[in-house]
């Protein structure tokens, strides 16, 4: 869908150019002026002769043959001017930046469509509408600033909304976060994101583009596409960060309001990234810390040495660090001890380092000498480096950007004095670096990073299941949920473990039914969804006359149809579930069950398929993974057999795409196995 003509084409038109700099046909001309770019440049303005310095055409069938336009008029004219630019002028490329289209409401929309039919019958490609444009390195065709010095090692930059891209520009390029190409989709009507970060994967060479990919979304159209390509470029070595903004219901509606958006359910979204290896961001300055550790050589531990000349700063770093599974260590052995050696009295060489606000340049490389070449048990290093504004420091910068230079380990500067130190801070960004004006914001972006896993492999294997009884059982019902019985069916196919059990409608059923089940016993409603709410369950029923009373009790409970009997099971409550959620998929959840799962809400998340090994982990990320260890001397769990469970939960829905929902709750987990002792089954073909 992406071309060549858009990211380097041998002529540009801009459809609304102005000699007014202050209108967008203006601005855009005169960022493409500015650019230098190389290629044949066409202004259009149907009331003058020349535009800034080129001969204005005034009719668009005037235009010569053109690869690219870059569309500032008024909204109803556009879909006939992109016509005329395909049909008449071979014209493959668009960026329309007018808005007017769908975020305006269904004669908006039905306008975009117009518009996109024209460009997808020409086999055109279009960046909008409603959109600040795209700068590449061979065109500036953004009529916004600012506009960043690119390099090819910079970031790559997707946007869903412009003015985001410009927000987030403005705040890193100061620090030294460095750009290679930035693509704002506007509404998005034949290219998102998704398709953006597609075409990146599909054309990806390491040696010449980028491997940082950036990303802001208000909505994500295609989570396949985005998983797919997202884990391959990560798999090809590129770091990906991104913000999906939208979470709550809230930030929900604000992104339908500014752009026609439709927020994707969170916890698809977070399980998505996870699935992807793309480090999630909730704003702008998280993206921004974290693309900067991105420009960093890789952490490949954990292990932090604090460098400093100020405690305050180092202490909140420890405590950051610290939240995100990070480790400080304690330094002491025989190359600490030569270290202090080398530094003023009263320096800590326990980490973090303290060389004393008095410290300089030359202790400093003494410090990251010693960090990087005899301390063997540290990852990375962090070196806080401010001033009082007594003397210039530019002699300390320059050291740290020697060592960055040969280091074998990351280091991360941290330049708090960004007005006392400015004109040091600026020779630092010129030297090609950039830095972190905050500590907490570095140790956060570290966190960050360093908990994101690995994109999950392309093929999993999931445990086999009876495919044929699965699909018979699907087949054969309607939508709603399945009877106890063809849940039963349904589990036995899977291969998860369940209680022994049945139904009754009768008295004399539910009598009978009980002595085939054993005393104790569970007595369940079946119908209601909430049973414990409407008095629907009763435990331990140790006799005929009690199954008798219960029954009798139970019957006759709204919506009830029948008694579901199983004998009574001890162990540890957990739960696995399933839900499919528009677009994504099935997601598969799991954690401490019973009403415990609505209480705590300690639950992992994963898009289906997860295999066994991708079960352990969500079930390793739980907060209670304590007591499946087992606790203060009460059993816990059979994690690798939870784990299997869940796994079996995923081979279902694989099979039973219908399934919209599921629920296995609770599960009770013993040192043996896990149970299943209820569960539901919801079909929605």
């Known amino acids: 869908m992406l071309n060549n003509e858009l990211f380097n084409p041998k002529s540009i038109a801009v459809i609304g150019a102005s000699n007014n700099i202050n209108k967008p046909g203006g601005k855009i001309l005169k960022n493409l002026i500015d650019g230098g770019f190389k290629g044949e440049l066409y202004a259009n303005n149907p009331k003058e002769d020349t535009v800034q310095g080129l001969k204005a055409y005034k009719h668009i069938e005037d235009l010569p043959q053109v690869d690219m336009a870059i569309v500032a008029i008024a909204a109803e004219f556009i879909p006939n001017v992109a016509e005329i630019l395909t049909t008449q ?3 493959k490329a668009f960026i329309v930046i007018s808005a007017g289209f769908s975020e305006m409401g269904p004669e908006g929309a039905k306008l975009e469509k117009e518009l996109v039919d024209h460009i997808n019958a020409a086999g055109a490609t279009l960046i909008g509408p409603n959109c600040t444009g795209v700068i590449t390195p061979f065109h500036q065709g953004i009529f916004t600033l600012p506009i960043p010095k690119l390099d090819p090692k910079g970031c790559d930059f997707i946007s869903g909304s412009g003015a985001t891209a410009c927000f987030i520009m403005e705040a ?4 030294g976060l460095r750009f290679a190409n930035i693509i704002a989709v506007g509404n998005s009507a034949q290219v998102g994101v998704e398709d953006v970060l597609e075409h990146m994967d599909l054309n990806f060479n390491p040696e010449t ?3 940082v990919k950036l990303m802001y979304m208000e909505r994500i159209d295609k989570p396949a596409k985005l998983l797919k390509h997202a884990s391959s470029l990560i798999r090809k070595g590129c770091k990906i960060a991104a913000v999906k903004a939208g979470s709550s219901e809230e930030g929900s509606r604000a992104a339908s309001s500014h752009t026609g958006a439709m927020a994707n359910p ?8 996870k699935k992807a290896g793309i480090v999630r961001c909730y704003g702008r300055e998280e993206l921004i810390a974290v693309a900067s550790v991105f420009m960093h050589p890789t952490l490949t531990g954990k ?18 660090l610290s939240k995100g599974n990070l480790a400080i260590p304690h330094l002491d052995n025989e190359f600490s001890r030569f270290l202090a050696e080398e530094l003023y009295p009263g320096s800590s060489v326990a980490n973090p380092i303290d060389f004393l606000a008095t410290g300089t340049a030359q202790q400093l490389d003494t410090i990251i000498n010693y960090v990087d070449n005899k301390f063997d048990e540290i990852d990375g290093m962090v070196v806080i480096f401010g001033t009082p504004g007594l003397s210039p420091i530019f002699d300390v910068y320059d050291v740290l950007d020697e060592r960055m230079k040969k280091a074998k380990k990351p280091i991360y500067a941290v330049l708090p004095s960004t007005l006392t130190a400015a004109a040091e801070v600026a020779h630092f960004v010129e030297k090609g670096r950039v830095y972190f004006p905050d500590e907490v914001f570095l140790g956060k972006a570290l966190g960050m990073v360093f908990n994101t896993p690995e994109p999950t492999p392309e093929q999993v294997e999931l445990p086999e299941v009876d495919t044929k009884t699965i699909r018979m059982i699907v087949d054969s019902v309607e939508n709603g949920y399945l009877s106890p019985e063809q849940v039963q069916a349904m589990l036995d196919a899977a291969g998860i473990s ?7 409608q009768t008295e004399s059923a539910a009598v009978k039914l009980a002595d085939e089940v054993g005393f104790p016993l569970v007595m369940k409603v079946v119908g209601p969804v909430h049973k414990t709410d409407v008095g629907g369950v009763v435990l331990n029923v140790k006799t005929k006359e009690q199954v008798i009373a219960e029954f009798n009790r139970m019957i006759v409970i709204p919506e009830t149809t029948a008694i579901l009997m199983q004998p009574m099971l001890s162990g540890l409550e957990l739960f696995a579930g399933v839900n499919r959620e528009d677009k994504f998929g099935h997601m598969i959840i799991c954690g401490m069950g019973g009403v415990m799962v609505e209480i705590l809400h300690d639950i992992a998340t994963n898009l289906s398929p997860v295999a066994p090994f991708m079960a352990l982990q969500m079930v390793k990320q739980l907060k209670s993974i304590k ?3 087992g606790y203060r001397g009460k059993p816990g769990a059979n994690i690798p057999h939870f784990a299997e469970t869940v796994a079996r939960v995923s081979a279902l829905v694989e099979a ?5 929902e599921l629920d296995l709750n609770p599960l009770l987990g013993n040192p043996e196995g896990v149970t299943a002792v209820d569960a539901r089954i919801r079909i929605e073909k």
Request: net charge negative; no cysteine.
């Open 172 to 175: 890193g390029i100061p620090k």
């Open 89 to 91: 002028h071979g014209t």
């Open 627 to 629: 007591l499946l260890h």
């Open 209 to 211: 583009d980028s491997p």
């Open 303 to 320: 292990n932090i040495a604090i460098i400093t000349h100020a405690g305050g700063p180092a202490v909140m770093l420890t405590d950051e």
């Open 656 to 660: 039973a795409p219908e399934i919209a």
């Open 266 to 273: 969170d916890k698809a979204v977070d399980a998505l990234f």
């Open 498 to 504: 369940r209680a022994k059990e049945g139904t009754a």
